[in-house]
């Protein structure tokens, strides 16, 4: 069973950027296709980008298409999720998650198995 936890959430300004990680405690990481998501005051969790377990491949939802970067270190058991000009509607929680299924992409939440317990990212205007 696989633990995750995130880090490098916080306060930004709008513009600005900031990096998540994602340190996995299991000696399996690498059979896992990795996720982020983020859930907003009020609002369900939405898929934001997802990875293939050698880091080959990856998928982002439309929004953070050009502006995030998700990217995995198979070796240090993280994941990580740049984020560049961010905009005060990316404030929410941020998750990242761990899915056992093929490389699909998976973009939604019910096909991951494990889950980290967030990290605020707010976006000041």
């Known amino acids: 069973q696989e633990q995750l936890v995130e880090s490098g959430g916080g306060l930004v300004q709008a513009g600005g950027s900031l990096r998540l990680s994602c340190a996995a405690s299991?000696?399996?990481?690498?059979?896992?296709?990795m996720g982020w998501f983020r859930q907003a005051a009020g609002k369900e969790r939405e898929f934001v980008a997802t990875?293939?377990?050698?880091?080959?491949?990856?998928y982002y939802t439309d929004s953070a298409n050009g502006r995030f970067t998700i990217s995995r270190d198979n070796a240090k058991n993280t994941v990580f999720l740049q984020m560049n000009s961010l905009k005060p509607e990316d404030t929410a929680v941020y998750y990242c998650?761990?899915?056992?299924?093929?490389?699909?992409?998976?973009?939604?939440?019910?096909?991951?198995?494990?889950w980290g317990q967030g990290t605020q990212v707010t976006v000041s205007s």
């Open positions: 998650a761990a899915s056992r299924k093929n490389w699909g992409p998976r973009t939604s939440k019910n096909e991951y198995d494990y």
């Open positions: 990875i293939s377990r050698a880091g080959f491949s990856t």
């Open positions: 299991g000696r399996t990481f690498n059979s896992y296709i």
